[in-house]
């Protein structure tokens, strides 16, 4: 019989966490851990509790109850604790004239890397986010992705234990992103514990291995993408419909008689469906009966975008 693995312990533990600003509670007893090599997707809408979790996490403000826990120590309370945490703004953080490699060197002297140890964890930082051969170019002559890159160097280089990242891949084309998510999944690799917050529901799904969602200050669903979306939707597929522009009224009424919904793209709507592809075929008759050609019908499964959207409409959770 073969012994359990002996998990690692967490590198971050936040238990209870309450925060409240005048009458308003942001936070409502809000729970998460995350162990070393483990990458977590933080959810939720504007307004949902995000960010003041975030600097609960990272020791700028005290919970009015629970606690936080980074490498067993209080980050608001203990120096020492902060050492052990990278964070990746959603702006861009770096000086626009220096190159990549003097932000680098700059962060690596603010976070107390020791000045003989500064060279080669500034090359280390570079390698990994594989931004060594642009080492000398000045930040402001850099594509948003390489940007997007350097600024992850510049928190990695005094080697965190756990990296918050917020809203990593915003306003980057899709070459970027994977650059970035590759960088990610490299750090993992390395036992880096990665918190990610973001409304990038595409590289929560395919990067983390836990996500959580956050409505009105609370941890309402939590667990492994994949096991979410199953649960949550079973067999059901989801059913996309791209119609032409310059769709009236009638023609909206009748998408809704049929279960479909708007999506955020302009003429795009959308159903969940657990007849497949047959009730694709049978919705594409229906809508010509109507007098609506479709462009394009496409069955997938659903996403983390679809459990969002439940989440968010509380009708999950």
Known sequence: MNPEPVLAAPILVAEGVVRSYGDRRVLKGVDLS??????????????????????????????DAGSVLLNGADPARVPAARAGLGLVPQEIA??????VRENIETFATLAGV????VPAAVRR????????????????????????????????????TLLILDEPTVGVDIDAREAVDAVI???????VAVLIVTHDLDQAGALADRVGFLRDGSMVLEGEPRALVAEAFGDQMEILVHLADGLDMAGEIHLAAEGLEPTRRPGVWTRLDSGGYGAAGRLDARL???????REIRVRQPSLANLFSLVAERKAA
């Open 34 to 63: 995350l162990r070393p090599g483990e990458i977590y997707a933080l959810l939720g809408h504007n307004g949902a509790g995000k960010t003041t979790l975030v600097r609960a996490i990272c020791g700028r403000l005290r919970p």
């Open 114 to 117: 020791p000045r003989g140890k």
């Open 125 to 160: 930082a570079m390698e990994l986010t594989r931004t060594l051969d642009r080492a000398d170019a000045p930040v402001r002559t850099l594509s948003g992705g390489f940007q997007r890159r350097a600024n992850i160097a510049a928190a990695i280089v005094h080697q965190p």
């Open 185 to 191: 999944r490299d750090l993992r690799g390395l036992g």
């Open 288 to 294: 010509r009966q109507l007098g609506l050609t479709p």
């Open 94 to 99: 770096l000086y626009a004239n220096l190159s």
